[in-house]
């Protein structure tokens, strides 16, 4: 079993910036892809970004390229989201996940292990 704990969401005003965090702990010795995924109100959970094990690899999705950035950190075993230039329509509760594997993958029954999600709001 592997844990993700999310941090970093809020409350920011449009054009503003967050960084999001996912701390794994229990059986992290095994490679894990990583994924941010996000849930708005009423609609369906929608990939963000994802990056394979050793980080060589990005995928984003084409709403947030080149306003996200997702990086890894192997020896903290942690995963980070830097979000800019924030949108109204960004606004979303924010779900880390981690794949057995190497290679980064975009789905989420492709997922294994899933945070709680942080909420972020981004005010017009």
């Known amino acids: 079993q592997v844990q993700l704990v999310e941090r970093g969401g809020g409350l920011v005003q449009a054009g503003g910036s967050l960084r999001l965090s996912c701390a794994a702990s229990?059986?992290?010795?095994?490679?894990?892809?990583m994924g941010w995924f996000r849930q708005a109100p009423g609609k369906e959970r929608e990939f963000v970004a994802g990056i394979s094990w050793s980080g060589g690899g990005t995928y984003y999705a084409d709403s947030v390229k080149g306003r996200f950035f997702m990086s890894r950190d192997n020896a903290k075993i942690t995963v980070y989201l830097q979000m800019n230039g924030l949108k109204p329509e960004d606004t979303a509760v924010y779900f880390c996940?981690?794949?057995?594997?190497?290679?980064?993958?975009?789905?989420?029954?492709?997922?294994?292990?899933w945070g709680q999600g942080t909420q972020v709001t981004v005010s017009s």
């Open positions: 996940a981690a794949a057995i594997g190497t290679i980064a993958v975009v789905t989420p029954k492709e997922y294994d292990y």
């Open positions: 229990g059986r992290t010795f095994s490679p894990y892809a």
